[in-house]
């Protein structure tokens, strides 16, 4: 059976240790968000949906003077159904949705001087990401706690640096061409 790439990256995330529903959000948060987006009103019907498909099976722990909680663990099916999708193909090149470079595209109907700040904007926010990811690398690094999943969190985290320092680059290289005139 093909599931969608969120029921994927739940069964991926039971890998790493989140347990909880609460647990996922948080790894979602922290990492995946940074190039896989995943609202949280996804979360418990996919937990839901993967443990009436048999993928995993839920566990509802009770603590004195606390709510019960839910842990959800993989189930051999569901292991072999991450592991079968890991191994396909990528179907297509993700065709990404940029604003700025929808606004950039009609510019013409603004001024030059709002078209260079927007993307000066743009340019900051990117400056702020890279950031973001520097700091996760180093987090990774200092901690290697689950040292399995490490370099492949670095193998993306790689991905995202790589091509926010190459969208810092467009941003200059068009300010000046702008610039220009």
Not at 8 to 30: E, H, P, S, W
Not at 86 to 112: G, T, Y
Request: net charge positive; proline share 2%; with cysteine.
């Amino acid at each position: 059976m093909k599931y969608n790439h969120t029921t994927y990256a739940i069964l991926g995330i039971l890998t790493t240790g989140c347990r909880t529903g609460y647990a996922i959000k948080q790894l979602m948060d922290q990492s995946l968000n940074h190039f896989w987006k995943i609202s949280y009103g996804q979360i418990y019907p996919t937990l839901k949906q993967i443990v009436k498909e048999g993928l995993a099976t839920v566990d509802t722990l009770s603590e004195e003077g606390k709510p019960s909680r839910k842990e959800y663990y993989l189930t051999t099916k569901g292991k072999q159904t991450l592991k079968d999708w890991l191994q396909k193909p990528v179907e297509q090149v993700p065709v990404e949705k940029n604003e700025i470079l929808l606004k950039l595209f009609f510019s013409r109907h603004q001024s030059n001087t709002n078209a260079l700040s927007l993307i000066n904007n743009y340019r900051e926010k990117l400056e702020e990401n890279y950031q973001t990811y520097q700091n996760i690398e180093q987090m990774i690094a200092n901690q290697q706690q689950n040292q399995a999943d490490a370099k492949y969190w670095l193998f993306t985290l790689d991905y995202g640096k790589r091509v926010t320092k190459a969208a810092i680059e467009w941003c200059h290289a068009t300010t000046t061409q702008m610039n220009k005139g």
